[in-house]
């Protein structure tokens, strides 16, 4: 299995940066998928998650109404678009996929730096 996230870079606070994560090696229609982000000191956390079946999409409350998560199962893509970037928002941003629900995630990307300048 492979995560190939892409798309981080640098930018101005408020500006938008869109993450992709082409996966392969699963079945991407039946896995959750998500985005996780890293920054330096700080625990790895859930910034979105996006669920194969009728689930419903979660949100970090510190990205609610700025990130938008979205897959394109045709081409076993996941994506992360993120409007409205504040200096807080810089981090390693790691996709991973999940084939069990509750389960730990089971694969992981090897992550894409955003940073935020202000």
């Known amino acids: 299995v492979q995560l190939q996230a892409s798309g981080g870079g640098l930018v101005q606070a408020g500006g938008s940066l869109r993450l992709s994560c082409a996966a392969s090696g699963l079945t991407f229609s039946r896995s959750n998928m998500a985005w996780f982000r890293q920054a330096p000191g700080k625990e790895r956390e859930l910034v979105a998650s996006?669920?194969?079946?009728?689930?419903?999409?979660y949100y970090a409350d510190s990205v609610k109404g700025r990130f938008t998560i979205s897959r394109e199962n045709a081409n076993d893509t996941l994506y992360l678009q993120m409007n409205s970037l504040k200096p807080e928002d810089s981090a390693l941003y790691y996709c991973?996929?999940?084939?069990?629900?509750?389960?730990?995630?089971?694969?992981w990307g090897q992550g894409t730096l955003v940073t935020v300048s202000s």
């Open positions: 996006s669920p194969w079946n009728v689930g419903r999409t």
């Open positions: 991973a996929a999940q084939l069990r629900p509750r389960a730990p995630y089971d694969y």
